[in-house]
């Protein structure tokens, strides 16, 4: 379900689907946006009564997507609110097996980026926790995410080590 109150109109196809990364989902579904720069946006909280823009958004370099919002919406709460799942919110592709993120990109993370990373990462177990908790039965690809989730918090502390 995609409502557009601001009137814009979607884009012709290219954001159709989810062939868009997950940054292009979310901020589609969004009001109020505005990019602060090339990785970052602002937005109005879909969460919470939002009249001036307290979303901050970040995607990283594998295109995983940060939440903050100042008013303290939790990541499960706004992506909920925006129409997607926390799982929309991950990229699709996996890196390649033996070839590590920081191989790839080839500089260490810097500290604060890791926690958030990791946070985001156990948020995700979390509310599968919490939907095993209520009696839900977990998809094939939220037991793939799960193991990707625990992969990256196990990688975390070598990030961070540069
Ligand atoms: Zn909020």
Same mark, same amino acid.
């Given at each position: ?7 814009? %109109?979607?884009? /012709?196809?290219?954001? @159709? ?5 997950? @940054? ?11 990019? *602060? ?6 937005? =109005? ?29 939790? #990541?499960? &709460?706004?992506? *909920?609110? %925006?129409?997607? &799942? /926390?799982?929309?919110? #991950?990229?699709?592709? *996996?890196? /390649?097996?033996?070839? *590590?993120?920081?191989? =790839?990109?080839?500089?260490?993370? /810097?500290?604060?980026?890791?926690? @958030?990373?990791?946070?985001?990462? %156990? ?6 926790? =919490?939907?095993?908790? &209520?009696?839900?039965?977990? +998809?094939?690809?939220?037991? @793939? =995410?799960?193991? +990707? ?14």
């Amino acid at each position: 379900m995609v409502i557009h109150m601001n009137g814009r %109109a979607g884009p /012709p196809g290219s954001r @159709a689907g989810s062939s868009g990364s997950p @940054a292009e989902r979310l901020l589609d579904r969004l009001q109020g946006v505005k990019r *602060t720069a090339p990785d970052r946006w602002l937005a =109005r909280c879909p969460a919470h009564e939002d009249r001036h823009p307290s979303l901050s958004i970040r995607e990283l370099d594998d295109g995983m997507v940060l939440l903050r919002c100042w008013a303290g919406c939790e #990541f499960g &709460q706004i992506v *909920t609110a %925006a129409g997607l &799942q /926390p799982a929309d919110l #991950f990229p699709q592709k *996996t890196i /390649p097996a033996g070839e *590590t993120r920081r191989q =790839r990109i080839g500089k260490p993370f /810097p500290a604060a980026d890791i926690l @958030a990373a990791v946070a985001n990462e %156990a948020l995700i177990v979390g509310i599968a926790a =919490r939907d095993l908790a &209520q009696g839900a039965s977990l +998809t094939e690809a939220d037991i @793939a =995410r799960l193991f +990707t989730a625990s992969g990256r918090l196990m990688k975390a502390s070598g990030f961070a080590n540069g």
